[in-house]
């Protein structure tokens, strides 16, 4: 179990290990719990989440299942009751994680199927080839991860080493522009003299 006493350090936590459930409190320091749940569902992680909090209105109820809580626990409350929520939460992710295929990578609003060989931006096929497939699975499982060209080369090219020297970047734009067309909330950008990241499209002010 690991403790996080800011928003910034829970996010942080959350983006560096794996866990099977977050409660999340909504009065933090730094931020309240609000952004953080919906900061960290838009960084694509679907780890369960409970918040807690002394606010007990209908609209903060919803605000927080809106911003991508599982649950939502009034202060004060009895531990066996969060207990018992914790239990529950823990079973629905289970039952989901038996009825979800393990080779489905999803970032943002972008979903990549590996074993259909389909990339969907909000339920709309991307229409790749299989080239460009090949390079944004590789990207997509390294999610805000730098990926050096070689790696591209290896798994999507199978280390074929008389490619011409600007093969991978002729993929990336036909990617770049393939996703633009869905108004995909991811991007891939360019790491200059290393390779290829994937991260979610800043939020506009």
């Known amino acids: 179990m690991r403790e996080a006493a800011t928003g910034a350090e829970g996010l942080a936590c959350a983006q560096a290990e794996e866990f099977d459930l977050i ?3 909504v009065g933090l320091p730094d931020q309240n ?9 838009q960084r694509g992680n679907h780890t369960p989440v409970i918040m807690l909090t002394a606010r007990t209105g209908v609209h903060d109820r919803v605000k927080g299942l809106d911003a991508g809580a599982d649950d939502y626990l009034a202060k004060p409350f009895a531990r066996p009751e969060l207990e018992a929520r914790i239990r529950a939460a823990l079973r629905r992710t289970q039952t989901q994680a038996d009825d979800q295929p ?13 074993v259909r060989r389909v990339a969907e931006v909000a339920g709309h096929d991307a229409k790749l080839t299989q080239r460009e497939f090949d390079v ?27 490619l011409r020297s600007n093969v991978v970047d002729v993929i990336i734009s036909r990617l770049r522009s393939k996703l633009d067309e869905l108004a995909a909330d991811v991007v891939v950008s360019t790491v200059r003299g290393i390779g290829f990241r994937l991260t979610l499209a800043p939020s506009e002010p």
Request: charged letters at 30%; a negative charge; glycine letters at 6%.
């Open 33 to 41: 719990g609000f952004s953080v749940c919906r900061e960290f569902r």
């Open 23 to 25: 409660v999340l409190d």
């Open 102 to 114: 393990s080779d489905v990578v999803m970032v943002g609003s972008l979903m990549v199927d590996e």
């Open 136 to 162: 944004l699975l590789c990207l997509a499982r390294r999610f805000d991860a730098t990926v050096p060209r070689y790696v591209l080369l290896d798994e999507a090219w199978d280390g074929d080493t008389s």
